[in-house]
């Protein structure tokens, strides 16, 4: 049983309703393609459709959106970039929700038809490649929280398996160390993946560590408090002598990589920390800070053989997947 949801909704101006999901994907399609032929052609509507589409969106604001230069294709307008940011940013923020309304309707569905299998229940911090891994993997329901949380409702009970990670790579610090010798559970490692430092294009502040945070009075977007990537950042700040109060934006919470990476993108901040992945997805630059480990807890009750084809494919996706790769060990 299988649930979608999707994201929808409008904006007005005057009388005039636009669409949000479909002027984000014509403004992608321009974006990537550079030229409204080929944006008509990744959309699947004709040319004429999609000039329509943009007529109507440059009347509807007023503005251009799209400059049109003769043998060059079309490119967006500085305001069509900044309006294509500011969406898909929303977008960013809202898609995890999304992703996690979807699993639990999916299994409500299921129920209420007669079909629902054992399902395994898994809570786990957010990371692209294993939600894409969810969707293919049958009888899994994922829903996400930050590391500890995640960990909190698997010992409450409300979780047969969580996803933690921490970073870098070692030793695992207090109160993760003790999750590895709890005989009441199994823990695995699911894939490696880079972290680093992300910025805009060209480093305009030139950050180049931690310090620099500080003495640049860079805007810093956070993770919220208990995700792995925040406790993560905290002992670098400890390690490289920064006071967090020192960084401007520190109190700042996004519950993504893509959401941080997102504000990043829109000029809202001019900085944060996440995955490679995320940084290549909002076309940042990305400094590495080291790479980490994302665990699968389960429950020492719950039979090998459900937890497998969850684990098998996470492995085989970081196999191909840039910013990530295969655990090296199965235990720290």
Known sequence: MRARLRLDGEFRVGDEAIPLAATLSLLDGLDQTGSLQGAAKRLGVSYRSAWGQLARLEASLGRAVVLKTKGHGSA???????????????FARIEPARAAEEAALGGSLAALLGSAEKRLRVCGSHDPLLLSVVERVSGVEFSVAGSMDA??????????AAGFHYGSEGEPPPPLDALFRDPELTVQPLFRREQGLMFAPGNPLGIQGIPDLASRRARFVNRQRGAGTRIWFERLCAEAGVAPDDILGFHTEEFTHQAVAALIASGAADCGMGTRAAADAFGLDFRPLGWEVYFLAARASVPAERLAP???????????????SPPHHSSP
């Open 76 to 90: 967006l307008t500085a305001f069509g970039a900044e309006l294509r940011e500011a969406l898909a940013a929303a």
């Open 310 to 324: 969850l684990i098998e494919a996470a492995r085989s996706a970081a196999c191909e997947a840039p910013g990530y």
């Open 151 to 160: 960990l909190a409702k698997l010992a409450a009970g409300g979780a047969d």
